[in-house]
């Protein structure tokens, strides 16, 4: 269970931080002093900290200065009812997770400490190969790269070569495949394990903000831009920095990167201020980036830069030999998850699972099973548990009392089950149940057609596009859903 510490003198900011953020799975501990808050660094070591400026005994900076000497990975949000322009500078230059006025924004807080939280479960929990018989390691569950097949050995080789060498990384793969899980094994068996590591989604990000996440901005660089912010490459000196899905990112930025990659040098979005950045680039993306070259999409010399070392990823077609693995640890993780009790699987329900041909990949496995354990009312998973894109013989569902049908007393089982989890950011996991649906019907609706599907939808085709991959669908010649 992740560890959140809030250091602040004023007994009713620890008491509405404290009832803002509880949760079932987040434990919370305070402290009313900077001493404290350093010892309960050392002693407690917290997942993410919360610190005011304004402490008795010592400046809230200094404080977190002693905290990033215990552990320079520690994601420390500064928090000021005094705000100066110096004050946020100074924190963001010594790397503070981010920088909120008092009276906070509940929600946004919310928002920044589970960012901080996801960022400090990256750093710290440990994606061990398959091999390994540990399940917790330094009091963290580890997520496993699961596989035995001659494809995953080669995979499992290509790390162990790679990740002691000071050298960037480009791991190409279809979406779903781990690329991720593959940049959190090298970092944590590389000679940066003890520096931040720092992930971001280009394809995630809107263009006109992905420069300034990217490399920071001064105050008045646009229109938003109401104080000085760091970028993720300053945030990552001396650490690891993972730029998934750089297939997608611009002309312009990859310019910016390309110098960043030959000498170290960038300007924040505003500034002409020169900054050295020490950061070792590990890249993913599921393009061809020889076609995007050829179509002048991607720089030819940004390609070279980044393909130091390559990494291919097997699609979960070509491993099938992995999938009774790959399913049996998924069964234990999301039992365990879902307080259920699911120990198998029923012969024909394996049978669907082992002759489907998986386009969205290992992610679309996870999902699969996830809604299967969901759906399961004995310890084993049949054939009527399975997302209906898996099973496509099964009769059609039928309305019940009034409107509610069986997919709506399905959502509101999962809500159930996420309010009794105490789930961070509730409603961005119950839109997503809701938006899978929304958007396979309305892809089935259009034919496919991506383009329409963004009009009918009211948003961008890059925003749709994005959508997609974070939902789990996968566009191909056809659709296929990858959850239900």
């Known amino acids: ?46 997942d993410v900290v919360i610190c005011d400026v304004r402490l008795p ?27 100066t322009t110096e004050t946020a500078i100074e924190a963001m230059k010594r790397g503070a997770f981010d920088y909120l006025l008092k009276p906070y924004d509940l929600t946004e807080m919310r928002q920044v400490v589970a960012k901080a939280l996801e960022l400090s479960r990256l750093r710290r929990v440990p994606a061990i190969f398959d091999q390994s018989p540990t399940t917790v390691l330094d009091g963290h569950a580890v997520d496993r790269i699961v596989g035995n097949s001659r494809s995953m050995q080669e995979v499992y080789k290509e790390i162990g070569r790679v990740a002691p060498q000071d050298v960037n990384v480009l791991i190409l793969g279809e979406s779903g ?52 912010r760091m970028g993720k490459f300053e945030q990552a000196h001396g650490g690891t920095l993972f730029l998934d899905e750089i297939g997608d990112m611009s002309l312009p930025t990859q310019a910016k990167v390309l110098r960043v990659l030959q000498d170290g040098r960038f300007e924040r979005v505003g500034g002409n201020e020169t900054i050295h950045a020490d950061v070792r680039i590990i890249a993913a993306t599921n393009h061809q980036l020889e076609d995007a070259i050829t179509n002048h999409q991607f720089r030819e010399d940004l390609f070279y830069r ?36 699911v120990q198998g699987v029923a012969p024909e329900c394996m049978q669907r699972l082992q002759h489907h041909s998986w386009p969205g990949n290992v992610r679309e496995l996870q999902s699969a099973i996830k ?21 496509p013989d099964a009769p059609p569902r039928e309305a019940a ?25 509730l409603n961005e996991a119950v839109h997503a149940e809701v938006d899978r649906v929304l958007y396979e019907e309305v892809l089935a609706h259009v034919d496919g057609h991506q383009t329409q599907a963004a009009e009918l939808l009211g948003i961008s085709r890059t925003t749709f596009r994005t959508h997609l991959q974070s939902l789990g669908l996968s566009i191909g010649k056809s659709i296929r859903p990858l959850d239900s």
């Open 401 to 425: 009392e009034g409107t509610r049908t069986t997919d709506q007393q399905e959502l509101r089982t999962l809500i159930r089950e996420y309010i009794r989890m105490g789930k961070p950011a």
């Open 177 to 228: 495949t781990g690329k991720e899980l593959v940049a959190r094994a090298i970092y944590q068996h590389s000679a940066r394990v003890n520096m931040p590591f720092l992930a971001i989604n280009c394809a995630a990000i809107p263009e006109t903000l992905l420069e300034s996440e990217l490399f920071g901005h001064e105050k008045g660089a646009f229109t938003s831009a109401d104080r000085r």
């Open 57 to 83: 005994d010592m400046s809230g900076l200094d404080a977190f200065q002693q905290m990033r000497e215990i552990d320079p990975r520690l994601p420390v949000i500064i928090i000021t009812a005094h705000a």
């Open 306 to 341: 980044l393909n130091t070392f390559t990494i291919r990823l097997p699609a979960l077609r070509d491993r099938h030999e992995d999938l009774p693995k790959l399913i049996e640890h998924f069964i234990s993780r999301f039992s365990a998850d879902l307080n259920k009790n």
């Open 1 to 46: 269970m992740p560890t959140l510490l809030i250091v602040d003198d004023e007994r009713n900011v620890l008491y509405s931080l404290e009832k803002c953020l509880r949760a079932d799975d987040l434990r919370i501990i305070s402290a009313q002093t900077a001493k404290a808050g350093v010892d309960a660094v050392r002693s407690q070591q917290p």
């Open 371 to 391: 809604y299967a354990i969901v759906r399961s009312t004995s310890e084993i998973l049949t054939l009527d548990c399975l997302p209906a894109s898996l099973n």
